[in-house]
């Protein structure tokens, strides 16, 4: 009587053993999957290059460095930020000053 207990509790271990296997299994390739589509999924925005301009500016970049970074003359960069060539050499003369 012992050994068909036995038995039966071994089998019952075993398939507790494989199914709790098969359930990791699949919540690592759902985990996968999500992971995935959550990069398929990404949203990516392109900003125009007067707006990067713009933005550089802000941070304090210098028209020069602007221009290396996009690409582009200072003279169009300039045009992006709205500023005659004089003024602009005027505001980093000033700049650097203080």
């Known amino acids: 009587m012992s050994t068909s207990i036995t038995g039966i509790t071994t089998t019952s271990l075993q398939e ?3 199914n709790s296997e098969k359930t ?3 919540a690592k390739k759902t985990q996968e999957t ?3 589509t959550a990069a398929a999924t990404t949203d ?6 007067t707006a990067q301009a713009r ?3 802000k941070q304090g ?3 020069t460095q602007i221009a290396t970074a996009l690409g582009v003359s ?11 060539s ?3 050499e005027n505001a980093e003369v000033l700049a650097l000053l203080q």
Do not use: D, M
């Open 16 to 18: 507790t053993t494989n």
């Open 24 to 26: 990791s299994s699949v």
């Open 34 to 36: 999500e992971q995935s």
């Open 44 to 49: 990516k925005v392109e900003i125009s290059a």
């Open 55 to 57: 933005l550089l500016k």
């Open 61 to 63: 970049e210098s028209v």
């Open 74 to 84: 200072s003279k169009t960069v300039q045009e992006y930020l709205g500023i005659s």
């Open 86 to 88: 004089s003024s602009s």
